[in-house]
């Protein structure tokens, strides 16, 4: 299984554009990125998937260099309410999946 | 609103009660978790049902049985739980196929253990 590291935390203002990186240095061939927010007693939300090159959609970009080895989350214009950690997994496609969290990433949106 | 149901939201238990807790999926996921969170800690893998049968258990104390009733249901039975339990469990399902491994959590079960 890929080991993820992520900052531990960050701070932005508000409506500044965020980037998150994720370094996951020992990929496999056939996982995926995926990217999660949670709130404080929430379920963690699936926010967007990718294999390679880049991907957005109407919450998030993922860029993914060519050599897969970290990949990162761009938050546009973040609000207050982006407030929440950010969780990088890695994942092989296809079936059930054991899916470990890192740390995370603790993101504080300021006024 | 999530997609993914978990009752009941709050469970308060002694040591010595038994007690179970519930999530349920309309989506047809074939894949179903149970995760364990700590405060300020990253959820941690419990247990994985691919198609109705347990396919991981991550050495997780027997005082918790999963139970998979159908393709749409998962219990967590509690047993002579201990307070270090007392934890938010979450539930999350996913596809099961090709290429999609999006996870979908439930917004989870605050159980606390007296």
């Known amino acids: 299984l890929a080991k993820t590291t992520q900052p531990i935390s960050m701070d932005s203002y508000e409506g500044q554009e965020v980037n998150i990186t994720c370094s996951h240095n020992?990929?496999?061939?056939?996982?995926?990125i995926t990217w999660y927010q949670q709130f404080p007693s929430q379920g963690p939300r699936f926010i967007i998937q990718?294999?390679?090159t880049k991907v957005t959609n109407e919450v998030a970009s993922l860029f993914i260099p060519a050599d897969r080895k970290s990949s990162t989350l761009s938050l546009p214009r973040v609000s207050l309410s982006d407030t929440a950690v950010y969780y990088c997994l890695v994942a092989p496609s296809g079936g059930y999946q054991k899916v470990t969290f890192g740390i995370g990433t603790k993101l504080q949106v300021i006024p | 609103d999530t997609e993914v149901t978990q009752t009941p939201k709050h469970l308060v238990m002694g040591m010595t009660n038994k007690k179970s807790l519930k999530c349920e999926q309309h989506m047809g996921h074939r894949a179903m978790y149970w995760y364990k969170q700590k405060a300020k800690k990253p959820p941690e893998l419990m247990f994985v049902y691919s198609y109705e049968k347990l396919s991981i258990n991550e050495s997780v104390p027997s005082r918790f049985s999963p139970e998979c009733p159908n393709s749409s249901l998962l219990n967590l039975h509690l047993h002579a739980l201990q307070p270090e339990d007392s934890a938010l469990y979450l539930c999350a399902s996913s596809h099961g196929g090709q290429e999609i491994i999006a996870l979908h959590f439930g917004n989870g079960t605050r159980l606390t253990v007296t």
């Open positions: 020992n990929i496999a061939t056939n996982d995926y």
């Open positions: 990718g294999y390679k």
